[in-house]
């Protein structure tokens, strides 16, 4: 399971499939992580500062951290896509292909300005919650979102 929590500035991504419970998170920011409530992980709850340092300590890579750099990533359904969006310039967009069997992520990519920012994690993660809710299931021929699937 891919989750990403999301505020203004920054956004959070868990990958349960990394998730060992070591539980540094918990302890390091237990107003942010605490597993008893659902959604299990709340960003607004402290300073974004505290966040990063608690993520940076996880011993799986199942949570990291990037900024936002004022870019919004959106779900367009009848596109079939995430897009991100710099004000009103699309810049970003991570595709997929509904069939019988699930959805096929076929496309990920970002305007090269805007490359290395954590974009297309972001509008990978998009789509992965999405089909999550819808009870979806997810594959790639993209090797970008193959990775994120596989890593």
């Not at 500062?49 to 949570?63: D, H, M, N, Y």
Request: aromatic share 10%; with cysteine.
């Amino acid at each position: 399971m891919h989750r990403l929590y999301e505020n203004e500035d920054i956004t959070v991504f868990w990958n349960s499939d990394k998730c060992r419970h070591a539980k540094r998170c918990v302890y390091g920011s237990p107003s942010v992580f605490n597993k008893e409530k659902r959604p299990w992980i709340d960003i607004s709850a402290s300073p974004n500062a505290e966040i990063w340092q608690t993520i940076e300590k996880c011993p799986t890579g199942a949570l990291t951290c990037t900024y936002n750099h004022g870019i919004k990533v959106v779900f367009d359904e009848e596109r079939q896509c995430a897009l991100a969006l710099d004000g009103d310039s699309e810049i970003g967009e991570c595709c997929y292909e509904a069939g019988p069997d699930g959805w096929t992520i076929y496309h990920t990519g970002v305007r090269p300005e805007y490359e290395g920012k954590g974009i297309a994690k972001r509008l990978v993660f998009k789509v992965l919650e999405e089909a999550e809710r819808r009870k979806m299931s997810v594959t790639a021929t993209c090797s970008y979102a193959a990775g994120i699937l596989n890593g």
